[in-house]
């Protein structure tokens, strides 16, 4: 394949389909994130109802581990769409995403860190109160 070749130009792995990959990866990741944290809730108060407090203690010990190794994944996925779209801002300026980013409102400036960061980092803090409570029999 020669350089002008179009089908060579449409193969090429350019900042915008890694900016896609990322995005999209993140949004799945952060959708089984929620998905095991409720069943993990769910299971764990099944649990509870059926007065199996070491059963209870058990689904929310593995949920909570669980939890904190997808937060960790969904937080290096943030930093890396985040590191993404700070290079397609800064050298391409005609890029959708630049031209975009430059109508709307600088604040907050990150707002995405809500779905990267808070979230899931709330979710596994939850979790682990939860079970020390449990462990202490408080619920």
């Not at 990150?110 to 462990?135: H, M």
Request: proline share 4%; glycine share 6%.
């Amino acid at each position: 394949m020669c350089a002008n070749d179009p089908a060579a130009k449409a193969d090429a792995w350019e900042m915008s389909k890694e900016r896609e990959l990322i995005d999209s990866l993140l949004g799945q990741r952060f959708n089984f994130f929620l998905v095991f944290f409720a069943l993990m809730i769910d299971g764990a108060l099944d649990a509870r109802s059926q007065h199996a407090p070491q059963l209870m203690i058990g689904i929310l010990g593995m949920g909570a581990f669980v939890s904190l190794l997808l937060a960790l994944s969904i937080g290096r996925l943030q930093k890396k769409l985040d590191k993404t779209l700070d290079q397609i801002h800064l050298y391409q300026k005609d890029h959708p995403a630049t031209l975009i980013n430059d109508e709307i409102s600088s604040w907050p400036q990150r707002d995405n860190q809500i779905i990267g960061y808070w979230v899931p980092g709330i979710c596994v803090v939850a979790a682990f109160v939860a079970l020390i409570l449990s462990i202490n029999g408080k619920i």
